[in-house]
Antibody, heavy 115, light 109 residues
Framework: QMQLVQSGPEVKKPGTSVKVSCKAS????????IQWVRQTRGQRLEWIGW????????HYAQKFHQRVTITRDMSTSTAYMELSSLESEDTAVYYC????????WGPGTLVTVAS | QAVVTQEPSLTVSPGGTVTLTCGSS?????????PYWFQQKPGQVPRTLIY???NKHSLTPARFSGSLHGDKAALTLSGAQPEDEADYYC?????????FGGGTKLTVL
């Protein structure tokens, strides 16, 4: 079945970067897109950006534009989201989701930013 | 960046009907915003209910429907069940990207 598996929880210090992975299986990764969404402790969802896997086109939310990079490795059917210059406000669960229908979602990766 | 607004909370009686709405600070919500609706229960991952205004995910119960209602997107739940108690988020697409609403906490009581 269609599935996304994400990397494990991370604890990072302010000012550093984090890279979260999202490995796809059960569908044609090369013809899909991967969305990235985060959910902060206040429960609000925020759209971060997405990548069209086939042509490597990316689109980022204005809020994250200067700090986020979304990439993919077609050889391993894995997408990555790297967020730099981390602040405590970046503490959140980071989700990937497949396609324009956001289906399926990955299980989420908790990123904690603390000194 | 646009601001997407939802009712913070709503209550519906079991078997009743409720409409959740999704507005945009830029003006009327249209099909060109490709409205999405997601459901999230405590401790669970969000799941897609509706995409492109009114298209249902294959697992979306028939009692949920999406539409445009006035100048907003709307999610209507007809015949609420206890298991529909959850947070509901809308998502709108703009030229600059996508923006989630703040979510509506739906209580079935």
């Amino acid at each position: 079945q269609m599935q996304l598996v994400q990397s494990g929880p991370e604890v990072k210090k302010p000012g550093t970067s984090v890279k979260v992975s999202c490995k796809a299986s059960g569908f044609m990764f090369s013809s899909s897109s991967i969305q990235w969404v985060r959910q902060t402790r206040g429960q609000r969802l925020e759209w971060i950006g997405w990548i069209v896997v086939g042509n490597d086109n990316t689109h980022y939310a204005q809020k994250f534009h200067q700090r986020v990079t979304i990439t993919r490795d077609m050889s391993t059917s894995t997408a990555y989201m790297e967020l730099s210059s981390l602040e405590s406000e970046d503490t959140a669960v980071y989700y990937c989701a497949a396609g324009v229908r956001f289906d399926p979602w990955g299980p989420g990766t908790l990123v904690t930013v603390a000194s | 960046q646009a601001v997407v607004t939802q009712e913070p909370s709503l209550t519906v009686s079991p078997g009743g009907t409720v409409t959740l709405t999704c507005g945009s600070s830029t003006g009327a919500v249209t099909s060109g915003h490709y409205p999405y609706w997601f459901q999230q229960k405590p401790g669970q991952v969000p799941r897609t209910l509706i995409y492109d205004t009114s298209n249902k995910h294959s697992l979306t119960p028939a009692r949920f429907s999406g539409s445009l209602h006035g100048d907003k997107a709307a999610l209507t739940l007809s015949g609420a069940q206890p298991e529909d108690e959850a947070d509901y988020y809308c998502l709108l697409s703009y030229s600059g990207g996508r923006v989630f609403g703040g979510g509506t906490k739906l209580t079935v009581l």
